[in-house]
């Protein structure tokens, strides 16, 4: 039995076409992977803090000198988000592109959780293992214009971002799933798009195993 963790970085409200394609997605993979258990963090509910001084004094102590009580209420901050990401088996992140990036809640929770000695470690002079690794992650993503192809494709950092940081950490992309150009067209249209990521992300859910075993079903 795997555990899929959802980290979902929009604020609603569940008419959402991006909450729309998520929503699909975890109800196929529940379908396909009934014995998994599906675990959804809602950042927006669930509130997540920048990082402070004190959040990176607890950082730099921890596992080698005491904290003093501010530093580990804040270490406290950092592990109840980083405990349940190194306990998934599988990963689920549902992220609009804003502004070109990510949701700043979500660069936030990841500030939190990439953490070495727990999600990666250094192994030399600019050399890194991430901790993660045999995890797979799929995205889902919304944006209003056409990104995928150039001259827009270079001011693309949402999915780019999401792919480099969880690879950083080990964890690697089996599926993306993006419905784009939905402020460029008729609402028809954006249903259709809709429509078509919702269909995308029901057969990435039907496959999303981790990644040697998606490359053995191939």
């Given at each position: 039995?795997?555990?899929?963790?959802?980290?979902?970085?929009?604020?609603?409200?569940?008419?959402?076409?991006?909450?729309?394609?998520?929503?699909?997605?975890?109800?196929?993979?529940?379908?396909t992977h009934?014995?998994?258990?599906?675990?959804?963090?809602?950042?927006?509910?669930?509130?997540?803090?920048?990082?402070?001084?004190?959040?990176?004094?607890?950082?730099?102590?921890?596992?080698?000198?005491?904290?003093?009580?501010?530093?580990?209420?804040?270490?406290?901050?950092?592990?109840?988000?980083l405990t349940?990401?190194?306990?998934?088996?599988?990963?689920?992140?549902?992220?609009?592109?804003?502004?070109?990036?990510?949701?700043?809640?979500?660069?936030?929770?990841?500030?939190?959780?990439?953490?070495?000695?727990?999600?990666?470690?250094?192994?030399?002079?600019?050399?890194?293992?991430?901790?993660?690794?045999?995890?797979?992650?799929?995205?889902?993503?919304?944006?209003?214009?056409?990104?995928?192809?150039?001259?827009?494709?270079?001011?693309?950092?949402?999915?780019?971002?999401?792919?480099?940081?969880?690879?950083?950490?080990?964890?690697?992309?089996?599926?993306?799933?993006?419905?784009?150009?939905?402020?460029?067209?008729?609402?028809?249209?954006?249903?259709?798009?809709?429509?078509?990521?919702?269909?995308?992300?029901?057969?990435?859910?039907?496959?999303?195993?981790?990644?040697?075993?998606?490359?053995?079903?191939?």
């Amino acid at each position: 039995m795997a555990t899929l963790l959802h980290l979902n970085a929009h604020p609603g409200p569940t008419r959402s076409a991006t909450l729309r394609i998520a929503d699909a997605f975890v109800a196929r993979y529940r379908e396909t992977h009934p014995a998994d258990t599906v675990t959804t963090l809602d950042l927006y509910r669930e509130g997540v803090p920048y990082l402070t001084a004190t959040h990176l004094s607890a950082m730099a102590k921890q596992g080698r000198t005491a904290l003093n009580e501010a530093e580990t209420a804040a270490w406290a901050e950092i592990d109840a988000r980083l405990t349940p990401l190194c306990a998934a088996d599988k990963y689920l992140v549902t992220a609009p592109m804003w502004n070109f990036g990510v949701p700043a809640i979500l660069k936030a929770y990841i500030d939190l959780v990439v953490q070495a000695g727990y999600t990666f470690r250094f192994t030399g002079p600019g050399a890194s293992l991430g901790l993660l690794a045999g995890r797979p992650l799929a995205i889902v993503s919304t944006r209003g214009g056409n990104y995928d192809v150039p001259p827009l494709s270079r001011y693309e950092m949402c999915v780019r971002y999401l792919e480099h940081i969880f690879g950083f950490m080990g964890v690697e992309v089996t599926a993306v799933i993006i419905a784009e150009g939905m402020a460029l067209v008729a609402p028809h249209e954006r249903e259709e798009i809709v429509q078509e990521a919702i269909i995308h992300a029901e057969r990435a859910a039907e496959r999303f195993d981790a990644p040697q075993q998606l490359r053995r079903a191939a």
